[in-house]
C-alpha cells in the first residue's frame, strides 16, 4: 500500500444517553462497534490492526490515524511500539462542533490525525508544493500549517440511510481530499482499514488514486458501494499538478542570472540564521558550508529539509521574500535562461 488512513473506534466509553438542555436526544456514538471491555482489549485491537498496517505499507508509503482524546495517545504510542516513525500531528479544528451540553468541560472541537512513516530512515511522499497550493495564500508561497479548520461533513455532504445518518463517525471529504493530495501520487493504491461510509474510497476516486476498504458491517458496504459508484473520476489532465513535474532549476542559476548575488545573506526561516552565499552555489553559515539543502538540513538537526522553502532574500524593500520565488520566476522565463 502506499498510503493508508485509519479511523479506528473511539473507544468513547458512553454509558448513558446524553440530551440538550431542551431535553432532546443528543445523537451521540453509541455503536457496537465502539464497544470495548477496557483499555486492555482496546490496546490489543489497535496492536492488531497497526501491525497488519505495518506488514503491509510500502517502504515509501505513509500512515495516518485520527482520533480524539479518548483514543489518539494510546494509538500514537502504539504505533511507536510496532515500527512506525511519527512524522506529523494535525490538529483538524472543526469549524461547526458540538458543544459540551453539560458545561463540565470546554467544547471538544478538534480532533488529532498522526502522520507516520513505515520507518525512521524511509523515503516517503510528501507534495508539499499542492500543499502550499491549497493554502489561503493566492502565489501559493506559504507551507501549509498543521492545524487545519475544516467543517463537520452536513448538510448534502452528509449520506443518509432511511432519512437517518448512515454513520455516526462519516468525515467530511475536505478531510481526506487534503490527505490523499499531500501524501499519495495518482496511481497510487490508498488503504481504508475502518472503511465505514467510504469517504476514503470517493475522494481517491475523484483524484486518480486506486483504493482498498475493508468493512465488516453488511449495512455500510451497500451505502459506500452506492456512493463511490455514482463518483465521476477526474481527467488525467486534472490530477497531475504536483510541481515536482516541472523543470530542475538548480540554486546555482538564481546567481548566473542575477536574481542573488554572491556575498549576498540569506536567512534561515526558523530562527533568521544568516548565511552568505558563494559564487559556486553554496552558502556559508558560521563553520558550515554546502547546499541550501544540505545547511538547512544541519540548522535543523539532519531533519529532512527542503532549502527552497526555508531561506529567504531580503529585496529592495527590506522584505523577506523565500528563495522559491526566485525560482518560479525562472521556471516562467524558461526559454530566456542561461545556461
Known amino acids: 500500500m502506499d498510503l493508508i488512513f485509519a479511523d479506528p473506534p473511539y473507544n468513547l466509553q458512553l454509558r448513558n444517553d446524553l440530551y440538550r438542555p431542551n431535553l432532546t436526544k443528543v445523537d451521540a456514538v453509541k455503536d457496537r462497534w465502539d464497544k470495548f471491555k477496557g483499555f486492555a482489549e482496546y490496546d490489543a485491537f489497535t496492536r492488531e490492526w497497526l501491525s497488519a498496517s505495518h506488514r503491509v505499507l510500502k517502504e515509501t508509503g505513509t500512515i495516518w490515524a485520527i482520533g ?9 504510542k502504539i504505533m511507536q511500539d510496532v515500527g512506525f516513525w511519527i512524522l506529523n500531528s494535525v490538529i483538524w479544528e472543526k469549524a461547526n462542533p458540538m458543544p459540551n451540553f453539560k458545561g463540565v468541560r470546554f467544547t471538544n472541537s478538534h480532533e488529532i490525525l498522526i502522520w507516520a512513516a513505515r520507518s525512521k530512515e524511509a523515503t516517503y511522499t510528501f507534495n508539499h508544493h499542492s500543499m502550499k497550493l491549497l493554502n489561503d495564500d493566492r502565489d501559493g508561497g506559504l507551507q501549509m500549517r498543521a492545524d487545519w479548520h475544516l467543517p463537520l461533513a452536513t448538510g448534502k455532504e452528509r449520506i443518509k440511510a432511511n432519512g437517518t445518518k448512515a454513520h455516526s463517525t462519516q468525515k467530511p471529504e475536505a478531510l481526506l481530499y487534503r490527505i490523499i493530495m499531500a501524501a499519495s501520487n495518482p496511481g497510487d493504491v490508498v488503504l481504508d482499514p475502518f472503511f465505514g461510509s467510504g469517504t476514503t474510497g470517493a475522494v481517491a476516486k475523484k483524484l486518480g488514486r486506486n483504493w482498498i476498504g475493508i468493512e465488516r458491517d453488511k449495512k455500510y458496504i451497500k451505502v459506500a458501494q452506492k456512493r463511490i459508484d455514482a463518483v465521476q473520476p477526474a481527467g488525467e489532465e486534472a490530477i497531475h499538478v504536483e510541481k515536482r513535474k516541472q523543470a530542475r532549476v538548480p540554486f546555482g542559476a538564481l546567481l548566473e542570472n542575477g536574481l542573488l548575488r554572491p556575498g549576498q545573506s540569506l536567512y534561515f526561516a526558523k530562527n533568521g540564521t544568516r548565511a552568505k552565499v558563494l559564487a559556486n552555489g553554496h552558502l556559508r553559515c558560521g563553520e558550515l558550508t554546502g547546499s541550501i539543502h544540505g545547511v538547512a538540513r544541519a540548522l535543523v538537526d539532519n531533519a529532512p529539509a527542503n532549502g527552497w522553502d526555508l531561506w529567504f532574500y531580503r529585496d529592495e ?15 516562467a522565463n524558461a526559454g530566456t535562461l542561461k545556461r
Not at 68 to 76: D, E, L, P
Not at 317 to 331: C, H, M, Q
Open 68 to 76: 480524539t482524546y479518548h483514543n489518539i495517545f494510546r494509538i500514537g
Open 317 to 331: 524593500d527590506g522584505k523577506k521574500i523565500v528563495i522559491d520565488e526566485l525560482r518560479e520566476r525562472l521556471r
